[in-house]
């Protein structure tokens, strides 16, 4: 039997998480005009969230679809294939993962992980960043070449990263498209008046560089909250608790966790497993 990766949240567990809220403190960006709101109400952005899953069913109808499933591994396999890969299970596959499972030989963890970090999946998010930001399906090349970066630990921030300051993306966008992509795509909202101003002053006096623009985006209270809370309500249908939050968010700015590691943390979740229990039947 395989042995189960140590979850990340053990992991966390036994480092020293900071418990003053980081969302207001170690890692607010230098602008004022990135919102540092801590609320942990849930808004449903505007706009599609690059480092958040799109297309999740709405529903944990859908999520663990079709049912019944005659155990908990049926609907927690299911929920894999409709909320990660957004397809229903092929037959195969399927009966491969679920034989797996149910004879003890891989973990919830190991199989989820597999299917985050599957070609299909990290095709998906390459194909969907290239149709976002370079209006364009990938081309063979660039698309095995971001493949492969995310199938051997580089961040899924940091391949977005490359493909919004690439020379294509660049050329297309002046500063002021540049900065109101960003709110759009990395915060979930349109751009504020003072917000837009401040960043494409900055940008066009050259006091920051666009790489520092969207590092700063990514990482700010704003647009750690808005991939946190896209992430719960998709895979668990609430809201985020404070300390869930607070963990995520520093975890996330701090590099402990990749963003597929964070989705993987809920997925492999007992709260998950138990929800899919839950709907085993129709």
Not at 47 to 74: E, I, K, N, R, W
């Amino acid at each position: 039997m395989l042995d189960q990766p140590k979850l990340k949240s053990e992991i966390l567990e036994e480092r020293c998480v900071p418990t003053t809220n980081v969302l207001t403190s170690s890692y607010t960006t230098s602008s004022a005009n990135v919102s540092s709101d801590t609320s942990t109400t849930i808004t449903v952005p505007q706009y599609t969230l690059a480092l958040a899953p799109s297309g999740v069913p709405t529903t944990f109808a859908g999520l663990f679809a079709p049912q019944p499933s005659s155990d908990g591994y049926q609907a927690f396999l299911k929920g894999l294939y409709n909320g990660v890969l957004f397809r229903a299970p092929d037959t195969a596959g399927y009966n491969s993962w679920l034989t797996q499972l149910e004879n003890g030989s891989v973990s919830r963890y190991y199989v989820t992980q597999a299917f985050i970090n599957s070609t299909e999946n990290r095709t998906n998010q390459v194909q969907g960043w290239f149709e976002q930001y370079l209006d364009r399906n990938a081309d063979p090349t660039g698309l095995a070449f971001y493949v492969n970066q995310l199938q051997t630990g580089f961040s899924e921030s940091q391949v977005l990263s490359e493909i919004i300051l690439s020379s294509e993306f660049t050329s297309a966008n002046d500063t002021n498209a540049f900065v109101n992509t960003l709110y759009q795509t990395i915060l979930g909202r349109a751009a504020d008046a003072a917000g837009l101003a401040y960043w494409t002053s900055a940008l066009n006096n050259g006091t920051v560089s666009r790489a520092t623009v969207l590092n700063d985006f990514i990482t700010s209270p704003e647009g750690l909250q808005a991939v946190i809370n896209s992430e719960y309500s998709s895979y668990l249908e609430r809201t985020p608790k404070f300390w869930e939050t607070n963990q995520a968010a520093w975890a996330l700015a701090n590099g402990y966790y990749t963003y597929g590691q964070f989705q993987a943390s809920i997925l492999t979740s007992r709260e998950f497993f138990s929800d899919a229990i839950a709907n085993e039947q129709a």
